[in-house]
């Protein structure tokens, strides 16, 4: 089974400022990767797909790159709706499997 | 719009059995694979179970594997998830989900709102 390791696990931020989270999956994963965000109380929402593709109505203020192993998703001039919680999530193998989250707090 | 509805979840004796479903709209339910994914109360994710759009193959996790069963109708563009011998790690909330694109397994871009499923005596 590939495993995904998400870090950091907790995160906070300033407003108007960036971030990175990273993801590192056991064995290459050819860019089968997606990031969802979760906010309290909701379903998760599709953000980045195929490592770097965004999807449909997310802010441009998102973004995904990575590669082999190691992924990123950057989060530019944070907005206070961006408060939740991000996971990794593989595509390349069954069992499909997230990273534990990152929880976003804005300071 | 795409539309997923989830029903059938509640609290359940461990070892016993319940049957979640999950109704589609807004799309051609027979062109796309299906999926359920759960989230412990506080916890991650936790991909659950898949199903081709033909519904002739089906995937688990060991943690599920031979204890759950995914299926599908898609004569009434539903996606059903039986659950047998039901354990207390099994409370969760349980998404149905749709890829992005059809006719193969990919991105988990629409998810239903989640039915509650709790295991506990």
Known sequence: ?107 | EVQLVETGGGLVQPGRSLKLSCVASGFTFNNYWMSWTRQAPGKGLEWVASITNSGGSTYYPDSVKGRFTISRDNAQNTLYLQMNSLRSEDTATYYCTRGLYRYNLNWFAYWGQGTLVTVSS
């Open chain 1, 1 to 107: 089974d590939i495993q995904m390791t998400q870090s950091p696990s907790f995160l906070s931020a300033s407003l108007g400022n960036s971030i990175t989270i990273t993801c590192h999956a056991s064995q290459n994963i050819k860019g089968w990767l997606a990031w969802y965000q979760q906010k309290s109380g909701n379903a998760p929402e599709l953000l980045i797909y195929k490592a770097s593709s965004l999807q449909s109505g997310v802010p441009s203020r998102f973004s995904g790159s990575g590669s082999g192993t190691d992924y990123i998703l950057t989060i530019s001039n944070l907005q206070p709706e961006d408060i939740a919680t991000y996971y990794c999530q593989h595509y390349q193998s069954f069992p499909l499997t997230f990273g534990s989250g990152t929880k976003l707090e804005i300071k």
